[in-house]
């Protein structure tokens, strides 16, 4: 997978064109990728039985650590990562409601902090733990496609308001060899 996201980094200058690089791979793991451009956006889960495309829900694309096509959910490991990654996701869908869409990647970030007994939107490690089993969410970040920028935070969306981000800007239009940006 990180052979193929290096090739679509490199070579694709649109959503349509990092599918058609991703659908024309042999695919022999599973995974998903987070395509976007300034004007579409597009998850698909991928595994040796195909690349699927995720239907997206009011206009909205979430991803947790579970297929979201059948296809593939059909062979999942699920024991790896449920219920875990489905009461996330659920969390996050049900925060994303109509009405309360945010208007800001700001926003955005305001919606991935956990209350006391919801599902864990990061982990934060559990010190009681031996070393190898305190998981930890080591950052947060921003891509905004419209600016080709990034902005990082050293830490969960929980820190947001009191740790400095770190923001990046892509050069636009440039040719970086085999691709065009």
């Known amino acids: 997978m990180h052979v193929l996201a290096a090739v679509v980094l490199e070579e694709a200058g649109s959503v349509a064109q990092a599918v058609e690089i991703v659908r024309g791979?042999?695919?022999?793991?599973s995974g998903s990728f987070a395509l976007f451009d300034t004007s579409e956006a597009v998850l698909l889960d991928l595994s040796p039985e195909?690349?699927?495309a995720v239907e997206?829900?009011?206009?909205?694309?979430?991803r947790t650590n579970h297929f979201?096509?059948?296809a593939p959910a059909v062979g999942e490991k699920a024991w790896l990562h449920q219920p875990d990654s489905g009461e996330r996701y659920?969390?996050?869908r049900k925060r994303l409601t109509p009405t309360a869409l945010p208007q800001s990647p700001d926003d955005l970030v305001g919606l991935l902090v956990s209350g006391e007994g919801e599902a864990a939107l990061t982990c934060l490690p559990d010190m009681n733990l031996p070393e190898g089993q305190?998981?930890?969410s080591l950052a947060t970040v921003i891509l905004e496609p419209a600016t080709s920028t990034?902005?990082?935070?050293?830490g969960t969306p929980a820190d947001a308001g009191s740790r400095p981000w770190?923001?990046?800007?892509?050069q636009r239009g440039s040719d970086t060899g085999s691709g065009t940006r």
């Open 50 to 52: 195909g690349v699927f």
């Open 134 to 136: 305190r998981w930890a």
């Open 166 to 170: 770190r923001h990046l800007a892509a």
């Open 90 to 92: 659920d969390l996050i």
């Open 68 to 70: 979201l096509t059948p």
């Open 25 to 29: 791979a042999p695919i022999a793991s």
């Open 56 to 62: 997206s829900d009011r206009d909205t694309l979430v």
């Open 150 to 154: 990034a902005r990082i935070l050293d």
